[in-house]
């Protein structure tokens, strides 16, 4: 019986038992963070700015918006947060 490689980091070369460790390392220690739109709060995982976003500026996404919002996971989030116009829904919630 054969021994398989373990996937390796290419940046540290620390090894892992499963590719999606070593994904997940990648991501958190050797890529860069993002930011929160609206705070210095800096984050590598989709659900965790969800989270930030729903508890902590939820007052700044129109009602229909914030709903579509909470529906989204992993991916989809990320993507949401980069075609979103902040301005103009801010915008809207000042004129309410």
Request: proline share 5%.
């Amino acid at each position: 019986m054969g021994l398989r490689e373990r996937p390796v980091c290419p940046y540290c070369h620390m090894d892992f038992g499963r590719v999606q460790e070593r994904e997940r390392h990648v991501k958190d220690v050797h890529m860069p963070r993002r930011q929160c739109p609206f705070c210095n709060v800096m984050w590598t995982r989709p659900t965790k700015i969800k989270n930030h976003l729903i508890a902590d500026h939820a007052d700044k996404f129109a009602d229909g918006i914030l709903e579509g919002f909470k529906a989204l996971y992993g991916r989809r989030i990320t993507e949401f947060l980069d075609a979103y116009n902040y301005l103009a829904d801010m915008e809207g919630c000042l004129t309410r």
